[in-house]
């Protein structure tokens, strides 16, 4: 058996959700929304099931939604790619974020990460081969900072693997800090992976900044989006991957030999529902917004600390900040066992050097669901 997963313990998040089962807990640990998704791309994928092409696709994705991909970031971010030398499809996030780091890093070289971080992010690196190099974030700004890229990058760093919009912090990173890690990447000669999944959630009439529009990031970053994130429908796991030409014929190969290629049914439903109206978008990030403010006003009214979020489907709470002595994974576990509530202690998301005060919740659920939750946490006595 490989040493690396073997080892690995079950996660907190796999916890959190038995213990919401067992408990009968509303649940607003897991990321992922109640509605269903937007009705007219699922019947798109239906019809391209019964009507369409059910057999293998293009390895690099169905032209249709490689065209839409490159016509929407044009829209949306302003970014010129080439949808036959720029854009690939991939079966998800996780599988072009596996793909980029087996193609581009090889045994022994560093790999800057921000922390806390997607808990897929470091075995991967590890798995690469990668010694991971961590860049320690901390509440309540969340914010990156010269001195810790300074402290972080090395002659030996290769590749920065970031993530904005930020899970779990609901951090959009401003464009001096974006511009501040693309002049180190540039200055290191690092290639920057960024996780972009959550570039449409975005809140307070803020923009998604790639990273393949900052100076001097065109060749060297690689942006990786998601169907799932954009359209609310986790399940669906289309992934999408820009990059220079010189680096998409690496990554092509490395998808090559893990998926290969992506159901053609959803690559047409993708290509139609990246196609829709502006006000479509624009609808979905403001009902988003409601459910993260109503979430925060119940929070907020029963006395949590509630942290500022511009994006992702999370919002976070300081129990420092409110004098709760309880570890937050503590705290956790007694809100889903004694309140019949569930959420994720930020501690799952750190590597080393843990903050360990703040706990998430995802807002991406019906009004009923957050009405319940809060019901249950005002009914409770919080305070420890």
């Known amino acids: ?46 019809e391209a099931v019964l009507d369409g092409w059910n057999q293998y696709p293009p390895m690099m994705g169905t032209p249709e939604l490689r065209r839409a991909v490159s016509d929407h970031y044009a829209l949306w971010q302003g970014l010129d ?52 190099r961590l860049v320690r974030l901390v509440p309540p700004a969340w914010r990156i900072t010269e001195a810790a890229l300074a402290e972080t990058f090395s002659p030996r760093t290769k590749l920065v693997l970031f993530n904005n919009p930020h899970n779990p912090t609901g951090r959009v990173f401003d464009r001096q800090e974006l511009e501040l890690l693309a002049s180190y990447c540039v200055r290191h000669g690092a290639v920057l992976v960024s996780d972009e999944v959550w570039e449409h959630v975005v809140f307070d009439g803020l923009e998604h900044t790639s990273v393949l529009a900052l100076p001097g990031m065109r060749g060297r970053a690689v942006k990786i989006g998601s169907a799932g ?66 979430l925060s006003a119940g929070l907020a009214g029963i006395g949590m600390r509630v942290l500022p979020s511009s994006g992702t489907y999370f919002l976070n709470v300081d129990l420092d900040a409110q004098g709760i002595n309880l570890k937050d994974e503590a705290f956790c576990r007694q809100m889903v066992t004694r309140d ?39 009914r409770a006595t919080v305070q420890v």
């Not at 998800?92 to 090889?106: F, K």
């Not at 045994?107 to 800057?112: L, R």
């Not at 922390?115 to 798995?127: F, G, K, N, T």
């Open 1 to 46: 058996m490989n040493r690396l997963f073997a080892s690995l313990p079950t996660t907190v998040f796999e916890t959190m959700s038995r213990l919401a089962r067992e408990h009968e807990a509303v649940n607003l640990g897991q990321g992922f929304p109640d509605d269903p998704g937007p009705r007219d791309v699922r019947e798109k994928a239906a």
């Open 81 to 132: 790619l080439d949808p036959e030398r720029e854009v690939m499809v991939t079966s998800g996030a996780t599988e072009a974020l596996a793909g980029a780091l087996l193609a581009l890093i090889e045994p022994g070289d560093e790999v800057v990460l921000f922390q806390p971080l997607y808990d897929a992010y470091l075995p991967l690196v590890q798995r690469a081969g990668g010694i991971p």
């Open 229 to 294: 994130k954009i359209f609310g429908m986790t399940g669906w796991k289309v992934g999408f991957v820009c990059a220079a030409p010189e680096l998409m014929q690496v990554l092509s190969k490395a998808h090559q030999f893990l998926t290969f290629t992506t159901p053609p049914a959803l690559q047409a439903a993708v290509a139609y529902g990246l196609g829709k109206e502006r006000d479509w978008f624009l609808s979905m990030r403001a009902g988003l917004q409601r459910s993260r403010d109503r």
């Open 340 to 378: 019949r509530v569930a959420a994720i202690p930020v501690s799952a998301f750190y590597a080393q050097d843990r903050v360990e005060s703040v706990v998430r919740f995802c807002f991406a659920k019906t009004d009923a669901t957050l009405d319940s939750a809060i019901d249950r946490l005002a």
